[in-house]
């Protein structure tokens, strides 16, 4: 007969496995404190306590609160309980800073990114694209007279993408002609493929859009400018010549009510029009920007959070995986008496997982940079604007043209990245990574819209390699002195020889080398792109390839740049070890192993130290990472509402927490479902011969044959 054990969540008659056990022996080993590296990766003191504080809110707040119910939730109820957040957090909105409750924001990203967005399309994009083409005026009378930034008085969507358009802004086919005679603006969508499409907000939510729109003047096509087109009155009901729809079901964020536009002539005064930069007055006069990408300042705001969103959303799904392959036993070893392995001892194990590890690291830092410098570039920018100082604005555009070049490399790099770190960590859970309940799967739903919206991460990248190329022709041709983030390009003639810049087994331990390493590698890269160039005629349509390459290496740049400056000027010392640790998994695995073909390839490395790296290097630092996993992991300080995750909450009782959420959401009682007539049916069906009526029978054989 058996011994019962304790009685935990469930009473066992024999002592079953034991994670708890495993996480906690290694919990209590930490070498470092996690509260005083979640200050390293939240760049201070103050903005980790003030997250700390913000999760603490809302995980005891009954409406914002993540369950484990939501993983149940069909569209219409996920609209609903999203709007019910909404107007929760609106609450606090009323309470704190713009800039803190945009930290809230990204806090709220993590474990329910449709309120985020839902919220972001309109504080973000929509009040972004006033702030970025509209007068300080305009800026004051849609966010503060009406209210906006309080979601109060009026709803914003953003309403750029076409149907039949979408990373081609400057083809979008809505039209905003100007009838000089009333002093207003006529917008129209002149056929099906010009219907605004995956508006977020639009089907039920925005009053007012902020819409894109080819300026036309006098019968001359200005080009596609801004205007603020209302959608509903203070009923709520939609304004003539406004047609919505809702677009349906998508892959994931059904708690977004995504829309389609149609306007129909929709008059609306000339100060409608957003006209920081460009103008048209009462006479038809019209003055364009000294930049048109200046109309796509609103998607900087966004890029910001992406990367944001990166950071969190690694660090959420790595530590899911990891306390899973810490806690999970599967196979004994030789020894007789010995439990199983944990999953994370397997070396194989090791390299799936850990480089994710460190790359969500790697992720906090550049997010905190790029975060930084877009509202420093924009502050600049909006102060030279209202100065009237030509010099100055001319200086933003110069930052700005750097900004847009670091932020989509970003964007689409980091996007890219964690859907594979979601995806990955899925997988390395094995079957139970499979469960709602576990939260990959809604996860990586809601995540992969991120690679594709705000710009196609592919043809974002190529609008990032194409500047880099042609900074290079310039070098090449000119002696151009190149500035910003690329001004490493300036030493392109350096690097024509082909010669390898990592030559020993040291370099590869030496992130500063590597850094130099990736530098050089892009400007290989872009020299070969300037051959596909002078073959093809000049067609940038033929150096893609290399073109995308780029654009994912210089986001790594600009991470691992980020990431070693703060490391550098990091005071508590003692954490340096460990955080240049993940600094070489993370350039061994993530950039040197991952673009090894470009690396061999234009020779910035020999192919035995290729090989050692993979076969040697990389094994070599996760086993050192190994022990110290939970500490790491533990240092991003997530709450098990953030986590979300019957596996990967904190205390390691894998078992039993995943166990009692699977029944809490599907009662043990409802044993029969609302089709087990159907199955009753199927199973009780009488015998073939019955339901044919015997006529196939014997007896009836020899009636039927006289």
């Avoid at 993408?161 to 002149?190: C, K, M, R, Y």
């Avoid at 920018?381 to 100055?392: H, I, P, R, T, W």
């Avoid at 078992?655 to 009692?660: C, K, V």
Wanted: with cysteine; net charge neutral.
């Amino acid at each position: 007969m058996s011994t019962s054990t304790n009685s935990k969540n469930t009473i066992s008659s024999s002592k079953g496995p034991d994670p708890q056990t495993s996480i906690a022996t290694e919990r209590a080993n930490s070498k470092f404190s996690p509260t005083e590296m979640h200050y390293f990766l939240e760049g201070s003191v103050e903005r980790a306590e003030l997250n700390k504080t913000m999760i603490q809110q809302m995980e005891r707040d009954p409406i914002l609160a993540a369950s484990s119910k939501d993983y149940d939730l069909g569209k219409a109820e996920q609209r609903e309980l999203t709007a019910l957040k909404i107007a929760r957090i609106a609450q606090y909105l009323e309470n704190e800073s713009f800039d803190d409750f945009n930290k809230r924001l990204s806090l709220v990203g993590v474990f329910d990114p449709q309120v985020g967005t839902r919220i972001g399309i309109n504080l973000g994009l929509f009040l972004s694209c006033i702030r970025g083409n509209g007068t300080f005026e305009q800026l004051n009378y849609w966010a503060m007279m009406k209210e906006t930034a309080y979601l109060k008085g009026i709803y914003g969507c953003f309403g750029m993408t076409e149907l039949a358009h979408g990373s081609n802004v400057a083809g979008l086919e809505t039209t905003a002609t100007f009838d000089q005679e009333n002093d207003e603006f006529v917008i129209n969508t002149p056929h099906i493929g010009a219907t605004k499409w995956w508006i977020g907000g639009a089907a039920h939510s925005a009053t007012h859009c902020s819409v894109y729109a080819r300026l036309i003047v006098h019968g001359q096509d200005y080009g596609v400018k801004t205007f603020v087109v209302p959608l509903r009155d203070s009923n709520h009901d939609l304004n003539p010549g406004i047609t919505v729809g809702d677009i349906g079901a998508k892959m994931g964020r059904d708690g977004i009510d995504n829309g389609w536009i149609q306007f129909s002539n929709v008059r609306i005064p000339r100060f409608f029009m957003l006209q920081k930069f460009c103008k048209v007055t009462r006479e038809g006069d019209v003055t364009l920007p000294p930049l048109e990408q200046l109309a796509y300042s609103a998607l900087l705001g966004g890029r910001v959070m992406m990367v944001l969103d990166s950071f969190r959303t690694s660090a959420r799904f790595s530590t899911i995986a990891l306390r899973y392959a810490i806690g999970r036993r599967q196979f004994k070893s030789n020894s007789k008496n010995a439990l199983e392995t944990q999953l994370l001892d397997y070396p194989l194990h090791q390299r799936r997982l850990l480089p994710f590890l460190a790359l969500s690291y790697v992720f906090s830092a550049g997010a905190l940079k790029l975060e930084s410098t877009i509202t420093e570039t924009l502050d600049e920018l909006d102060s030279a604007v209202e100065a009237e100082d030509m010099g100055g604005i001319m200086k933003s555009i110069d930052a700005m043209k750097s900004l847009f070049i670091d932020s989509g490399s970003l964007k689409s790099t980091c996007t890219w990245l964690t859907a594979d770190v979601i995806d990955q960590c899925r997988q390395a859970c094995g079957g139970h990574g499979y469960s709602s309940y576990n939260g990959f799967g809604k996860a990586y739903n809601d995540w992969v819209v991120q690679c594709t919206w705000e710009g196609d991460n592919n043809v974002l990248a190529l609008s990032i390699g194409k500047p880099i190329i042609k900074h290079i022709i310039a070098v090449l041709e000119n002696d151009k002195k190149v500035k910003g983030s690329v001004s490493f390009l300036t030493d392109t003639k350096q690097f024509l020889d082909n010669k390898p810049v990592l030559t020993q087994k040291d370099d590869l331990k030496d992130p500063h080398k590597v850094l130099r390493a990736i530098e050089v590698a892009i400007i290989r890269l872009g020299v070969q792109a300037v051959n596909v160039l002078k073959a093809n005629d000049g067609n940038f349509d033929f150096t893609g390839a290399e073109s995308v390459a780029i654009s994912k290496l210089k986001a790594h740049h600009y991470l691992l740049t980020e990431y070693l400056h703060r490391i550098d000027i990091n005071e508590n010392k003692a954490l340096n070890p460990f955080l240049t640790t993940l600094a070489q998994l993370y350039t061994s695995s993530i950039v040197l192993e991952k673009f090894s073909g470009e690396f061999l390839a234009y020779s910035v490395i020999p192919t035995e130290l290729a090989a050692y790296n993979g076969s040697t290097l990389i094994p070599e630092l996760c086993q050192k990472i190994r022990p110290d996993v939970i500490a790491l992991t533990d240092s991003f300080q997530l709450s098990d509402m953030m986590i979300n995750s019957g596996i990967g909450q904190y205390d390691g009782n894998i078992y039993e927490n995943y166990f009692n959420i699977v029944k809490k959401n599907n009662p043990e009682f409802n044993t029969k479902a609302p089709y087990t007539d159907k199955l009753v049916a199927m199973l009780n069906r009488g015998s073939k011969n019955d339901r044919e009526r015997d006529e196939k029978s014997e007896a009836s054989a020899a009636i039927l044959s006289k």
